[in-house]
């Protein structure tokens, strides 16, 4: 549902493999939608200017929600060209969907040099509301991995990109998260790394408040800490302490969750101490 208008003096020169490109195109109340993510980008202006030497400047900015995105760089149209870009935001609304609510601030700057893409920079999240179990892709919706289609056209095998990240991701106080037995808030810090070929990696801490519900019974997290040391952003370290308090009793019963996420290592522990099977009956 794109809206604006555009326009433009140029002159192309050189070759479709290295294009020269002189000239300005603008575009003014530029609005479009994108549906998956529940956005309606509004308010976009944006210009991009070349000289006879073949360079390119980009500048412009569009509204999502409350936030404004800028664009600042000097992309080049050949495909190894060289690239600079930097793309930076304040609150600006990026999912907003039945099961997910996100705004975030971020500061990327991404370079391209010898066919190799690098981003680095940090992104805030101050304000998140998830309903994991809700969101596409999860659920009874997902096809079995055994589903072979025996007519299926070949699918086209789409190269790699290849990519350096470091970037810095902090979660705010207002981050919550709800699905499969947890209700409550995360937050902390991950500097997260990938390269080309590699899984990402995350070295930081995410910390975990609020209930988690196991064998009928709402446990208050006490102690969550998600461990990231050079670690599978799939795989972090666990040290969770979610506990019942029977005020009545004087009885305290819970689990203690050890281990990765992969392998997770739970345990049942009481105060005063008792036979598992009588802790799990509380």
């Known amino acids: 549902?794109?809206?604006?208008?555009?326009?433009?003096?140029?002159?192309?020169?050189?070759t479709l493999s290295a294009p020269q490109f002189q000239g300005r195109i603008q575009t003014q109340g530029f609005s479009a939608e994108l549906p998956r993510a529940g956005l309606k980008l509004h308010d976009g202006e944006f210009a991009i200017n070349g000289d006879a030497q073949g360079r390119l400047a980009i500048t412009?900015?569009?509204?999502?929600?409350?936030?404004?995105?800028?664009?600042?760089?000097?992309?080049?149209?050949?495909?190894?060209?060289?690239?600079?870009?930097d793309i930076k935001g304040d609150k600006v609304l990026v999912a907003a969907i039945q099961s997910a609510h996100v705004v975030d601030s971020h500061a990327l700057h991404i370079t391209r040099a010898d066919g190799v893409l690098a981003l680095t920079g940090s992104?805030?999240?101050?304000?998140?509301?998830?309903e994991v179990e809700k969101l596409p892709g999860q659920g009874p919706a997902q096809a079995s991995p055994d589903v072979v289609i025996v007519d299926a056209p070949?699918?086209?095998?789409?190269?790699?990109?290849?990519?350096?990240?470091d970037i810095e991701v902090k979660l705010g106080d207002s981050v919550k998260l709800q699905g499969y037995g947890l209700d409550g808030t995360v937050r902390g810090q991950l500097a997260v790394r990938t390269r080309p070929g590699q899984?990402?990696?995350?070295?930081?801490?995410?910390?975990?408040?609020?209930?988690?519900q196991a064998y009928g019974q709402n446990l208050s997290i006490e102690r969550g800490r998600?461990?990231?040391?050079?670690?599978?952003?799939?795989n972090p370290g666990l040290d969770?302490?979610?506990?019942r308090n029977i005020r009545s009793q004087n009885i305290t019963v819970g689990l203690s969750i050890r281990g990765t996420a992969q392998r997770p290592v739970l345990t049942v522990f009481s105060d005063p101490a008792m036979e598992q099977a009588e802790a799990l009956s509380y």
């Open 199 to 212: 899984p990402a990696t995350g070295r930081g801490e995410i910390r975990i408040d609020g209930k988690y």
């Open 60 to 85: 412009g900015q569009i509204a999502s929600g409350s936030g404004v995105l800028h664009v600042d760089g000097s992309p080049g149209l050949a495909a190894n060209a060289p690239l600079t870009l």
């Open 154 to 165: 070949p699918t086209a095998q789409v190269a790699p990109l290849a990519m350096n990240a």
């Open 240 to 243: 969770i302490r979610a506990a």
């Open 123 to 130: 992104v805030a999240i101050p304000d998140a509301k998830v």
């Open 1 to 14: 549902n794109v809206r604006g208008s555009l326009a433009g003096n140029l002159q192309l020169s050189g």
């Open 226 to 234: 998600l461990l990231f040391a050079g670690t599978r952003l799939d």
